[in-house]
């Protein structure tokens, strides 16, 4: 995995316990289409408040960090009204978050000429082997989806495995972040997408390679309830005769 340093000033510096990632992508051309994470991180730059991701992951897996994970800068765009609407506490998440993104187009548009970029139309263009179809009923408002490459994948699972580690945070795949978690809005610890705290966001797609390499991470643990001990009266005389012959059995039975 190739890390390269970009200089970035839109984070804050203040450091926050961290006990959430969320994964989002672009929806920008990436180094497939000629372009790359340059691009993105110059909009950020020039914006007049705090916004970006600890880091961008390009399709070729270069990850491009912008500023330490134990900082922090606004990436989720949350309103206090989404809160309400769930019965939850507000609470800034930005700042107890890690976020990671993936470049890419995200939704695209079948047209004549192929498959394109559904924010840039008739710009960007996706072969049929790049392109992720979730059938009639789509995902989020549209059935297909430029893939994440597998060198992306690559880079962050190792990413993420570095980082569940260093923040103590559960590695375990959760079901549920594809559409609005009400665990990943009360701050629960763990791995989510922008799409567990925004119904209006897309990223990340439910990609199979990208389900498959989270639920290989580690598995979610299985609770079994713990049987009770049922004493039936044979055995509970025997209990109190056993006690009794060592002299226990005066008192704590009465």
């Given at each position: 995995m ?26 920008s ?6 372009r790359g994470p ?10 007049s408040y705090?916004?970006?991701t600890?880091?961008i ?8 960090e912008?500023f330490p994970?134990?900082k922090?800068s606004?990436?989720?765009?949350l309103?206090?009204s989404t809160?309400?609407k769930y ?16 470049d890419?187009l995200g ?12 924010v840039?139309?008739?710009k960007?263009y996706v072969?049929?082997?790049?392109v ?6 789509g ?6 989806y ?16 570095s ?5 103590n945070?559960?590695k375990?795949?959760?079901e ?10 009360s ?6 997408t922008?799409t567990?705290v925004?119904?209006?966001k ?16 580690k598995?979610k643990?299985?609770?079994i ?16 005769n ?9 008192n704590?039975?009465?």
């Open positions: 190739t890390t390269i340093n970009i200089p970035f000033q839109k984070f804050f510096t203040r450091e926050y316990k961290k006990t959430q990632i969320y994964i989002h992508h672009t929806v051309p990436n180094r497939l289409h000629g340059l691009g993105d991180i110059q909009h950020w730059n020039n914006q705090n916004l970006g600890y880091t992951i390009d399709s070729d897996g270069t990850v491009y912008l994970h134990t922090w606004n990436h989720l765009g309103k206090k809160f309400k019965n939850i506490p507000y609470y800034k998440l930005d700042k107890t978050s890690i976020g990671i993104e993936l890419n939704p695209l548009l079948l047209t004549s000429k192929g498959f394109t970029s559904a840039y139309p008739d960007f072969p049929n082997d790049r992720v179809d979730y059938g009639p009923e995902y989020k408002g549209y059935r297909y430029e893939a994440y490459t597998s060198a992306q994948i690559e880079s962050l699972r190792l990413l993420l495995s980082l569940t580690d260093f923040h945070i559960p375990h795949y959760n549920d972040m594809w559409d609005m978690s009400l665990e990943a809005l701050g629960v610890s763990g791995i989510f922008h567990s925004r119904e209006d897309s990223d990340c797609h439910p990609d199979p390679k990208l389900i498959q390499m989270l639920k290989e991470l598995p643990p299985i609770y309830p713990p049987t009770p001990i049922k004493l039936i009266e044979t055995d509970y005389t025997k209990l109190i056993s006690l009794s012959k060592k002299g226990w059995g005066k704590i039975f009465k």
